[in-house]
């Protein structure tokens, strides 16, 4: 969870005990009484832009094609008095078209983010998202080159893990049900089994990372691909072909792309 509303200075002490206790719910996931709790701080101070982010946001948590919650966001990521809040307001408004399938919109909305946050893990979440906006429409932002600049030189801060996280699945995809377990799998493998054994992959991406991206991309096909990565794994690094620093080790580059060509279909 990478947002945070901190309260706005007022004179009504019932306002400010709902919109802490709506923070600390939206912190926990708990979308419907963080809504609630917002609501009724904004009950007692309409001018709290916090509260009508949050209330906005967990709308959009709730039922992401809430078109009055998404222009709500929209508005505040232009017009919020908060440059902060501005800025998340724009990355939740991107995150939701990007969802909805609209990438213009998304990209938009996310390069508004990047370019006025002066948090790094919203200005890094933000940047990565255009990143990958881009690797599905490369028309996206050709008007502002000075744009495609600064991606250009932040793109080696965009680990793997980090695209996995910020990436967007459609609301209609019909890959949820076979990602799902994959997920799963791999949160467990990392949160229970990595930390035992440490880092051990010598490959960038990683294979859990790598599964997921093939799962997403292949559904069931991930499997093979992983089974085949893991085959792989001793011949190329000792290739040592593509090399790159991570984190002070050297790995060496492997993504799916390079082979999944016997998954496309010739015409």
């Not at 709290?48 to 709730?62: F, K, T, Y």
């Not at 880092?199 to 991309?217: H, I, K, T, W």
């Not at 499997?223 to 690094?237: A, M, Y």
Request: hydrophobic share 40%.
């Amino acid at each position: 969870m990478i947002f945070c509303f901190a309260p706005r200075s007022g004179t009504a002490a019932p306002a400010e005990a709902a919109f802490a206790l709506a923070t600390d719910l939206y912190a926990e996931g708990d979308w419907r009484a963080a809504r609630r709790e917002a609501l009724r701080a904004l009950d007692e101070q309409r001018e709290s832009e916090g509260a009508q982010m949050l209330a906005a946001d967990c709308a959009l948590r709730i039922n992401p094609r809430d078109e009055s919650s998404l222009a709500e966001l929209e508005r505040l990521s232009r017009s919020a008095t908060n440059s902060a809040l501005r800025a998340r307001a724009a990355y939740r408004v991107g995150q939701t078209q990007w969802a909805l399938g609209n990438r213009t919109a998304s990209f938009d909305a996310y390069a508004r983010a990047f370019q006025q946050s002066a948090d790094p893990d919203l200005f890094l979440r933000s940047g990565c998202a255009l990143f990958l906006l881009r690797r599905e429409d490369r028309t996206l932002g050709e008007e502002d080159p000075g744009l495609l600049q600064q991606l250009a030189t932040c793109r080696d801060l965009w680990r793997f893990e980090l695209r996995d996280e910020v990436r967007v699945a459609p609301l209609d995809a019909k890959k949820g049900a076979s990602l799902r377990p994959a997920v799963w799998f791999v949160s467990f493998y990392r949160s229970q089994i990595a930390p035992a054994i440490a880092q051990r992959c010598s490959l960038e991406p990683s294979c859990s990372a790598y599964f997921l991206e093939a799962n997403r991309d292949h559904r069931w096909l991930g499997l093979p691909l992983i089974g085949d990565r893991l085959v792989r794994e001793p011949s190329v690094v000792q290739a040592a072909e593509n090399p790159v620093e991570r984190k002070g080790r050297t790995r060496f580059l492997d993504p799916v792309k390079n082979h999944t060509y016997w998954l496309k279909h010739e015409k």
